[in-house]
């Protein structure tokens, strides 16, 4: 360490006790994947003739499902799986995915099972193409749903008692919903929940191209691979960086969670909390990098929140959430304790003298 770092680093020690050391200050913090993408930002539309590749899959009584496509939406209003009394959960699904893919089935008939309505955004063709295109073409995508929606509230459905889940690119796909639902009606979306929401080709943008907790009146936000498919920055009202955000533990000697496994894991954390409501505690830390380094254990005075459906939307902010490595990942109270921690726990096997056993 250069004397100049050093003396840096006191100075930064007196005014704000971080600890001293930290190699990041010379070595430089991530720029994360695909920090940059060249042209992401450029205009983009979807022409009249490719809308009928936009599909709304409706999912309700018994799973039964039935697809619209962007033309014939507005029929979703008289549905028989539909009740516009009921809260409605509309879901953007990620880069290549499709709604005849696990993923957005896992929601459904969760969702389902809680009596929502639930709409499946199907935009596999505009999602599985390059990345940096698929990027861009979520923001016409956005439009396009957000004109289907003014549609069904035409018809009776509540932006009071909606709500938008994505995965991944989803997230990001959801605030295009809900700020073109915004510009249309002058209303917002109720809530807006992100898990993962991607990083690669969104990380620089300004806030106001990407998820932001003004889309919506309430966005929560989970984070699991912050560097990697997700993204570091804070998004919405209550963001949860789980066991740091940057990567999620597992049994080390089985096989390590690196980035994809990590960013993916957000999916069953989240079927865990709806199965969960009150397990998952989070713990409100100082700043991003604080819930990085878990170091928020110690604060005074302790504020925690739940995530989930039943998350406070009155105490916003960063939370740091400590799970266990396996599923159902929960800690519940014992989240808010350091020796819980999966991460240190990890790190204690060398504590314990393991390397006696194989002498
Ligand atoms: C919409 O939500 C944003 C962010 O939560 C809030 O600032 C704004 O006042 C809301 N707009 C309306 C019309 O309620
Ligand atoms: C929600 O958070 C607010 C602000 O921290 C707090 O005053 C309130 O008691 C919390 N509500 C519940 C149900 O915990
Ligand atoms: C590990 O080994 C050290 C030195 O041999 C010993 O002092 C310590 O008690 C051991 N720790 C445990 C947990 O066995």
């Given at each position: 360490m250069s004397v100049r770092v050093l003396v840096l680093c006191v100075q930064v020690f007196l005014l704000f006790s971080v600890e001293c050391g930290d190699p990041r200050s010379e070595e430089g913090y991530p720029r994360g994947f695909m920090a940059v993408c060249s042209g992401s930002t450029k205009p983009a539309s979807i022409p009249r003739s490719q809308l009928k590749y936009l599909f709304f899959v409706v999912q309700g009584k018994g799973r039964s499902r039935k697809s619209y496509n962007y033309w014939d939406a507005k029929n979703i209003a008289t549905d028989p799986r539909i009740d516009l009394r009921r809260k409605t959960m509309v879901v953007a699904i990620g880069y290549l995915d499709s709604t005849s893919f696990p993923i957005s089935g896992m929601f459904a008939n969760e969702y389902e099972a809680k009596g929502y309505n639930v709409i499946l955004i199907d935009n596999q063709r505009f999602a599985t193409v390059h990345y940096y295109l698929a990027s861009r073409l979520m923001r016409p995508v956005g439009k396009h749903v957000a004109e289907v929606l003014v549609e069904l509230t035409r018809a009776g459905l509540d932006p009071t008692n909606t709500e938008l889940l994505g995965f991944s690119l989803g997230g990001q796909t959801a605030s295009y919903i809900a700020k073109n639902y915004q510009q249309m009606t002058g209303k917002n979306i109720s809530r807006i929940t992100a898990l993962e929401p991607s990083g690669p080709c969104f990380r620089t943008l300004s806030s106001q191209e990407r998820l932001d907790a003004s889309n919506a009146d309430f966005v929560q936000v989970v984070h699991t691979n912050i560097d990697g498919y997700g993204m570091s920055a804070r998004m919405g009202h209550v963001d949860f960086y789980v066991n740091g955000g940057e990567f999620q533990p597992t049994d080390l000697n089985v096989y390590p969670c690196?980035?994809?496994?990590?960013?993916?894991?957000?999916?069953?954390?989240?079927?865990?909390?709806?199965?969960?409501?009150?397990?998952?505690?989070?713990?409100?830390?100082n700043s991003i990098q604080e819930a990085r380094d878990s170091a928020c254990y110690n604060i005074v005075p302790l504020s925690t929140n739940v995530m989930g459906e039943n998350v406070n939307v009155t105490n916003q902010g960063i939370f740091y959430l400590s799970t266990d490595k396996v599923f159902p990942y929960y800690l519940g109270k014992n989240g808010l304790k350091p020796e819980y921690d999966s991460w240190r726990k990890i790190s204690n096997i060398n504590d314990g003298n393991e390397t006696e056993v194989y002498t």
């Open positions: 690196t980035a994809t496994c990590s960013h993916f894991r957000v999916l069953s954390l989240w079927v865990s909390a709806m199965r969960n409501p009150k397990k998952f505690i989070g713990i409100k830390c």
